[in-house]
């Protein structure tokens, strides 16, 4: 038997208790953050991350055991859909709790418990090694794309340098022609 935690209840029974932490567990996966209190956010946290847990793994089995927890079936599909495998490359840390100061009413101390964004997570050690060999075999490829398309361009340049050459050296000769033309008519009206 597992020992229980020590401790209030969360003001009520071990029953309510479970009860409580499910519906919030519940409204955490629907709306992707909650605000309750402090004690509530921290003893949710640890129950939250064991559902995505299961939810990452996404069989049977898991999904059994997760809809003994909570029992509303969208809710637990959209786990095992969108929740799970959004997290699947991060080891843990689903949620972040943040503190907001306290409640007008009862000067409870709360809080916003929210599902963190999935980014890249950090690779392990062993992983990282790879990624980055990875990156430098893709930088190397790129540099050799960049190197081919370098000449390339500078052809291209050197097509339009010489047919720009070939139009000047076309309309030189016609140029000059007309120009010996105009200097014979000039000396032919001389003579």
């Known amino acids: 038997m597992p020992t229980p935690t ?11 208790e479970r009860l409580m932490l499910a519906n919030l567990a519940t409204s955490l996966f629907q ?4 605000k309750t209190t402090e004690a509530k956010a921290k003893r949710l946290r640890p129950y ?5 847990t299961l939810g990452k793994r996404g069989d049977l089995h898991a999904r059994r055991l997760v809809l003994t927890k ?32 306290p409640r ?25 090694r ?12 790129t540099s050799e794309t ?3 398309e370098v000449p390339a361009q500078e052809q291209a340049q050197g097509a339009e340098e010489a047919t720009a050459a070939a139009d ?19 000396s032919g009206e001389k003579k």
Do not use: W
């Open 6 to 16: 020590k401790g209030p209840r969360l003001g009520a029974g071990p029953a309510h």
């Open 31 to 34: 709306h992707g953050r909650i």
């Open 48 to 52: 939250a991350e064991k559902l995505i």
């Open 70 to 101: 909570i029992t509303d079936k969208a809710v637990v599909h959209e786990l095992f859909t969108e929740i799970g495998p959004r997290y699947e490359n991060r080891p843990g840390g689903y949620t972040r709790i943040t503190k907001i100061g």
């Open 104 to 128: 007008k009413g009862d000067n409870a101390p709360m809080a916003v418990i929210e599902l963190v964004e999935a980014g890249p997570a950090t690779p392990p050690a062993a992983t990282r």
């Open 130 to 141: 790879a990624a980055e060999e990875e990156g430098e075999q893709t930088t190397a490829a």
């Open 146 to 148: 960049a190197e081919q």
């Open 168 to 186: 000047d050296t076309a309309e030189a000769p016609a140029e000059a022609q007309e120009s010996t033309d105009a200097k014979d008519e000039d």
